[in-house]
């Protein structure tokens, strides 16, 4: 079957209204993921008794399963033993499965961004009488932004890719209109050609993104 470039560009219309479903989970995904993985870093860095060891089982546990099983786990299974998630959308389904994913890979890498920081500007933010909460939200975490922020934008992109699983739980978002499409028409390679040219599109983008911002926060640490 010859490659019909007509039919693959006609496409692009009906999958990019899904494209909002698709960016709405990733945003709600991504604002989820960073205030647990902040959480979870300021634990394992201050090593809180009990937290500290419930947060690297959360991590291992997140981290060692394929998110497609978390997402089944949460969607099918939690609702036999837990009655009150009976009836959860699988969209509310997929945003938390993906929060809670992609929060234990964050977490490591803001956990390691905080701990780059020099230990000495924390002493000599103590010095000069702040307090530790003072010198973590004035002193360090600036700068462990900075530091976290190019791996965090790379998760930020897995995620944003990771919501095309949404659609196993029935989400219509962009892929799942990619299937549809593909099976009424046979047109397999056209169908996902198009959706994954657009990904590619939103990834681009979201790069250059990433550049200026690291341009900018990098500017006053140059002379």
């Not at 497609?68 to 509310?92: H, S």
């Not at 780059?116 to 500007?121: A, T």
């Not at 600036?142 to 790379?154: E, F």
Request: glycine residues 4%; without cysteine.
């Amino acid at each position: 079957m010859a490659f019909d470039f007509d039919y693959m560009a006609s496409l692009f219309p009906p999958l990019l209204r899904y494209l909002g479903i698709t960016m709405e989970m990733a945003v709600l995904g991504l604002i989820f993921a960073l205030a647990l993985a902040v959480a979870i870093a300021l634990i394992r860095v201050f090593r809180i008794p009990l937290l500290n060891g419930l947060a690297q089982v959360f991590i291992s546990f997140f981290r060692g399963t394929p998110l497609l099983v978390q997402l089944f786990l949460l969607y099918y299974g939690l609702p036999q033993v837990i009655p009150a998630l009976v009836g959860m959308e699988a969209f509310t389904a997929a945003v938390i499965g993906i929060s809670l994913h992609f929060s234990a890979y964050m977490a490591e890498s803001i956990r390691a961004a905080i701990t780059g920081v020099d230990r000495s500007q924390m002493e000599a933010s103590l010095a000069v009488g702040m307090t530790t909460r003072q010198a973590m939200q004035r002193i360090i975490l600036p700068q462990a932004v900075r530091i976290a922020l190019p791996s965090l934008m790379n998760y930020f992109i897995d995620m944003i890719k990771a919501t095309s699983l949404a659609f196993t739980l029935g989400v219509a978002e962009i892929m799942a209109q990619a299937q549809m499409e593909a099976s009424s028409s046979f047109k397999f390679f056209e169908a996902y050609l198009a959706v994954a040219l657009i990904y590619w599109a939103v990834v681009v983008a979201l790069t250059r993104v990433q550049y200026w911002a690291e341009a900018h926060l990098n500017k006053a640490y140059q002379r």
